[in-house]
């Protein structure tokens, strides 16, 4: 299967999964932790993707682009797809746009891993321009 498979599969059924489990998901941690123990869980869960995701960039920079740039394409599907022409709320406009910015970094860490420069060595070249 290609990556454009996989992209076109996760840009599909991704916003449909977070559509039919994520309330009940909260609801059923609601009930187990109260309100408050479930908004500090979803903050520490969040968190822990963020760390874990990290350390996948550090290890492979183009597998942690595609992931990301697929994360973007999800997340634009899933909002899309519940725009109502009668009331788009600003959350949603900045969702999109949002969500394009992280599709572009995404391709930007794909392009930088084709091409051998990771985000340090970037770093220490203008560190380098600007003492010189």
Excluded: C
């Excluded at 109502?84 to 392009?111: C, D, E, F, K, M």
């Amino acid at each position: 299967m290609s990556i454009s498979s996989y992209t076109g599969l996760l840009v599909t059924v991704a916003p449909q999964l977070v559509k039919r489990f994520g309330s009940r998901a909260f609801a059923a941690l609601t009930d187990i932790a109260g309100l408050y123990g479930a908004r500090l869980s979803v903050i520490g869960g969040i968190i822990t993707v963020g760390v874990i995701a990290y350390f996948i960039k550090q290890y492979n920079q183009r597998l942690y682009g595609v992931v990301e740039a697929l994360f973007g394409a999800s997340a634009v599907a899933a909002v899309a797809l519940g725009i109502s022409p009668l009331s788009p709320t600003p959350a949603q406009w900045a969702t999109l746009v949002g969500s394009g910015y992280v599709i572009a970094r995404g391709l930007n860490n794909v392009a930088d891993a084709r091409r051998g420069i990771s985000k340090g060595f970037r770093e220490s070249l203008g560190q380098l321009k600007n003492h010189a």
